[in-house]
């Protein structure tokens, strides 16, 4: 018969293997990326606002929140998701159309990806 030692030195490998098979079987979570919208000055507020809105069903305030810190800053995080989603967000952004409001606009705006850190 083992005595009480034996037992403690021989439970926790077993507890380890059960842990590690419990953890192999969970489901990874997929990475995730930033859809980041650039600045430029060839399109306006409205534009923007109603662009957020249209493809990501932002409310006008949070449009005009996310416009402002484009324009203040440079860019903004305008969703936050997985590769597949956000790939497809960026290039919805890119196929979005010029700015009618503006004379000598060029096209769509600019969006990039980045993996969320």
């Not at 809105?53 to 324009?71: I, R, T, W």
């Amino acid at each position: 018969m083992a005595d009480f030692d034996d037992i403690l030195v021989a439970a926790p490998p077993k507890r380890a293997a059960t842990r590690r098979k419990r953890e192999r079987q969970r489901p990874k979570r997929q990475p995730r990326y930033h859809v980041v919208l650039w600045n430029d000055e060839a399109h306006t507020y409205e534009y923007v606002i109603l662009m957020l809105a249209e493809l990501f069903g932002y409310p006008p305030e949070n449009g005009f929140q996310l416009a402002q810190q484009v324009d203040t800053q440079g860019q903004a995080i305008v969703l936050t998701t997985t590769l597949e989603h956000a790939e497809l967000k960026r290039d919805q952004i890119h196929a979005y159309g010029k700015d009618l409001s503006i004379v000598d606009c060029q096209g769509s705006m600019w969006a990039t990806l980045e993996a969320e850190r």
